[in-house]
């Protein structure tokens, strides 16, 4: 089985440089990884979505290039945020997280262990299993970068991940016992992160001083709780959509407030003229102007039927922006398909740093610098929690879904359910054309079995 080829990475990761003279940290780039948080992307303004007053996230777009055919590896959020710090699908950090586990379960250190904090280990280590897996914040940690994180974070704490400095710091035995205790879970203080402040991001920036610098911006918006300020519901009391979209809608402006006030202040620091900026959504959203989830906690909270812990192309796709001016095209959109485990790679080509080697990504930096290229013909992954009328958090399920050209498919393997759309001609995935195309579906489907012998053997 294939998906063991990288577990060598746990204990072995390379450092070093692509170029002939390894480039002093001050002759390198920021980099700014910015993630919306239940972002849907039709409802990006940039998108098309004129009804949303959303611009900084304009002017973030404008000045570097948009894959408009971006997508993350899961319907919720956490197994898409792995992927875009380690580079790794999540059935591949799951295996990973399973050997290493295994692994030191064997070692004399764990042996030695009590069983009673045997168990606690046990129990505990798929909060802390980052710590043994390479991530990007490493890898720029060990090459003269300062790191950081703030935002949405469910690794325990930011040292796990690799980071320097950080908002989200952990729990106690006696925090598990709380109510805020799934808080905490999500990344704790973190969340404070434009909600609250984006202060702890500026005394960041203060404190890296001329050392160049990679943050992890995540903040918890447009995500629910829909409870921005009254300002941004003004924007929208006299539009015409529902009470839910309103709500929605105010938090997007809100976030985009801040994510301005944020790239001011790198502005204002002399920091943005050299700072790779990317930004990307961590799964999918459905709240169309019209649509009115009132009273119906489930699809409120989760964003529909088509949105978080959906099964459609709305369930996964993000638009992705990389900017940097003077290196990277301003004004330009690019229809490739991308991933959100291509982001770590890109980071490292773009720096000429060595790493992560044998992960799912790919750099997409010559499609950038050549402004064509697709590396990707076909995305396929997996969904392992589905929508669910009994569980907000969703239900156990092995769905598998595919994007190649216009075609959508997804295939519950448990009832056997397939499910083909056409995304270019039915965008909101109204009609199921399964039946129309029966070889689309079997040719798809074979897509999907190669790639379950590859990763899900």
């Known amino acids: 089985m294939r998906i063991l080829s990288f577990l060598f990475l746990a204990s072995v990761t390379v450092f070093g440089c692509q170029t002939e003279r390894e480039p002093e940290p001050a002759d390198r780039p920021n980099v700014v990884l910015i993630i919306g948080d239940d972002y849907g992307f039709p409802y990006h303004s940039f998108m098309g979505a004129d009804y949303v007053k959303a611009p900084t996230m304009e002017r973030l777009a404008a000045s570097g290039t948009v894959f408009t055919h971006g997508y993350v590896p899961a319907n919720h959020c956490s197994p898409s945020l792995r992927s875009m710090i380690t580079g790794l699908l999540p059935i591949q950090y799951d295996a990973l997280q399973a050997a290493n586990k295994e692994a030191f379960m064997a070692s004399e250190e764990y042996r ?222 690019l229809t490739s398909l991308i991933h959100a485990a291509d982001i770590p790679p890109t980071v490292l080509d773009f720096l000429d740093i060595e790493g992560l080697d044998g992960i799912f990504g790919t750099s997409y930096k010559e499609v950038l610098k050549n402004q064509s290229g697709e590396p990707r013909s076909e995305i396929v992954g997996r969904a392992t929690q589905l929508r669910s009328e009994d569980d907000m958090m969703g239900r156990k399920a092995k769905v598998y879904w595919i994007r190649q050209d216009e075609w959508f498919l997804n295939w519950d393997t448990e009832t056997g359910e397939k499910q083909l759309f056409n995304v270019q001609n039915d965008p909101r995935e109204d009609t199921n054309v399964a039946s129309q195309h029966p070889e689309r579906v079997d040719a798809l489907t074979a897509r999907i079995e190669s790639w379950r012998t590859t990763y899900d053997g």
Not at 123 to 142: E, N, Q
């Open 112 to 333: 030695s262990m009590p069983p009673d904090e045997q168990a606690t280990w046990q129990a505990d280590y798929r909060f802390h299993s980052m710590k043994d897996v390479p991530t990007l914040a490493r890898v720029l940690s060990a090459n003269g970068y300062q790191t950081w994180q703030g935002g949405k974070w469910w690794e325990f704490n930011y040292q796990n991940g690799g980071f320097d400095y950080g908002m989200t710091t952990g729990w106690t035995p006696e925090d598990r016992g709380n109510n805020e205790w799934f808080l905490l879970f999500m990344g704790g203080a973190g969340r404070d992160l434009a909600r609250v402040s984006n202060q702890a991001a500026y005394d960041f920036i203060d404190l890296a001083g001329d050392d160049p610098f990679f943050m992890w911006y995540a903040p918890e918006l447009p995500h629910y709780p829909f409870d921005a300020p009254q300002n941004y519901l003004d924007i929208y009391a006299d539009a015409d959509m529902s009470d839910t979209a309103k709500l929605y809608f105010a938090n997007v402006s809100w976030f985009d407030e801040r994510l301005g006030e944020f790239l001011d202040y790198l502005e204002a620091k002399g920091k943005l003229e050299n700072t790779l900026v990317i930004y990307i959504n961590d799964n999918g959203w459905e709240q169309d102007p019209e649509q009115e989830f009132m009273g119906d906690p489930l699809r409120f909270n989760n964003g529909g039927d088509k949105g978080k812990l959906g099964m459609t192309d709305l369930s996964f796709r993000t638009p992705v922006i990389f900017s940097w001016p003077g290196r990277i095209d301003s004004g330009s959109r």
